[in-house]
């Protein structure tokens, strides 16, 4: 398959996100005890949140990616309406024009009850029908108007009365004439209605309702994909859960992406947020096959949080550093900027950084001791390296003995390093401060006052760690003892 790569900074996508938007309320409290009424659990009600659902979700999700986000969907009067509004604002969601208000119906509530992380019952107020002629027309017509300004359209259908087949099909006639992508998260028994759309996605249960056939095997997916693919005219994307995801495209092109191993706390949402990622790629002009990896990721983090929730740019720029298909190796070498950046994403996670340096010209017990204690000090550890000409500056013009490329692949071969970043200078003090890390280490022969970059990194925060020097072992003893 194509590289996954992580998303531009640049944040330059533009989606417009259309369909069953609703509230997610969240009931959290402590059982221990049954009620003397009732077979039933009595919850201790300790906290109470409202997150966006749905489509909400989606688009929550599209604005923490860092695109811009147009929402469309249907609200009630109410006042859970005005606390979606307010949610949706907090997540940068301010474009909210689309919402069309119905006063026929609620705005659709889910309200989970949870004690811990167990969900005790659901409860939903909903109206599921479609509505009349003259709010479908409002929907249609703030539909135009969203994907008059995207890159890409985002039909999210969770069958709560917004895509009706008159809404559908003239969004996506909208959408094709403007040569907009559609993508299509379906709810549908079989995909006729969405004809015309560019991707549906239907998760393994949604796939055998509208084929019939299974996906046990990559093989077996492929081909229910393409009998799905049959009913609309487009590419289909399967998300099937631990087995990861695969793409058929027209032509029989097939990508299979294998889920990535995470602790799963809650599922709910995460095909939200994957459809989040999926459409801001492809809006910042990844090719699909790379913009599936991006969303397989994006999965992985939202199925790792309590209950429905966003995945930030930084946290998925960061998880997909962590991965080979993200073009970044563990102990990768990089350049100082790009650098920078992972640090940032993985201080983002709540990662602990830990850095420490030296020229490592002959890798011996002394730097792998200084190595393993920096390593554990935090959760990564990056190692900065004098290049060849500071390594002559300070040892002499005789070194180094391995030159820069050399000396990197071997320091960053070490299992314990995450990161290599090379400096010219003859102290660590710019790559620090570019750096900003959270742990300096440096060996104990240096006093705490004698550390170039210790004053900055504490001033931030942070702390210095001395190392406890290995004797007799250093570079120079082996260069003498190798010419004796």
């Not at 909400?56 to 509004?85: F, I, M, P």
Request: glycine fraction near 10%; hydrophobic fraction near 45%.
């Amino acid at each position: 398959m194509h590289g996954t790569t992580m998303l531009d900074e640049r944040h330059t996508g533009r989606v417009a996100v259309i369909g069953d938007v609703m509230i997610d309320r969240y009931i959290t409290g402590s059982v221990n005890r049954i009620s003397p009424e009732a077979p039933v659990p009595v919850l201790l009600h300790s906290a109470g949140r409202v997150v966006a659902g749905g489509a909400a979700n989606v688009a929550a999700n599209v604005s923490a990616l860092g695109a811009r986000v147009h929402l469309v969907g249907l609200v009630g009067a109410d006042n859970e309406a005005r606390e979606l509004r307010d949610v949706l604002g907090q997540h940068g969601v301010t474009n909210l024009a689309g919402l069309v208000v119905d006063p026929a119906r609620p705005t659709v509530t889910k309200t989970r009850v949870m004690s811990g992380r167990q969900q005790i019952v659901r409860i939903d107020a909903e109206n599921t029908s479609f509505p009349g002629t003259e709010i479908e027309a409002e929907l249609v017509e703030a539909g135009k108007v969203a994907i008059a300004d995207a890159d890409v359209v985002v039909l999210s259908d969770y069958a709560k009365g917004v895509l009706s087949d008159r809404v559908i099909t003239a969004l996506i006639t909208e959408a094709r004439s403007r040569n907009v992508p559609i993508i299509v998260d379906p709810k549908r028994r079989t995909f006729e209605a969405y004809r015309g759309a560019t991707l549906v996605t239907p998760n393994r249960k949604e796939l055998f309702e509208a084929t019939g056939l299974p996906d046990d095997t990559d093989e077996t997916a492929a081909i229910a994909a393409a009998a799905a693919a049959g009913q609309f005219g487009g590419d289909v994307l399967v998300t099937r859960a631990e087995k990861g995801m695969t793409l058929w495209r027209q032509g029989g092109a097939v990508t299979h992406v294998p889920a990535e191993a995470r602790e799963v706390f809650d599922v709910s949402g995460a095909g939200d947020t994957a459809l989040a990622a999926l459409a801001v790629s492809i809006a910042e002009g990844l090719p699909v096959e790379s913009a599936v990896g991006v969303a397989n990721a994006a999965a992985a983090i939202a199925v790792g949080k309590l209950g429905t929730a966003v995945v930030t740019r930084a946290e998925l720029n960061a998880a997909l550093n962590r991965t080979p298909l993200a073009g970044f190796e563990p102990g990768a070498l990089a350049e100082r900027e790009r650098a920078a950046q992972i640090v940032r994403n993985w201080q983002a996670l709540g990662e602990r950084v830990v850095f420490t340096n030296g020229c490592f010209d002959l890798v011996h017990p002394g730097h792998i001791a200084i190595i393993e204690l920096a390593a554990n000090e935090g959760d990564r550890l990056v190692v900065g390296l004098n290049t060849d000409s500071s390594v002559k500056r300070l040892k002499g013009p005789s070194r180094p003995l391995q030159d820069e490329i050399a000396r990197a692949r071997v320091i960053g071969a070490l299992r314990a390093v995450d990161l290599v970043v090379l400096f010219e200078e003859d102290t660590p003090l710019e790559i620090i401060q570019t750096l900003k890390p959270d742990v300096l280490v440096k060996g104990a022969d240096y006093q705490e006052h004698e550390v170039v970059g210790a004053d900055f990194v504490k001033a931030h925060g942070g702390r210095l760690v001395l190392a406890p020097i290995v004797p007799g072992r250093s570079t120079s003893a082996l260069v003498k003892l190798a010419k004796s």
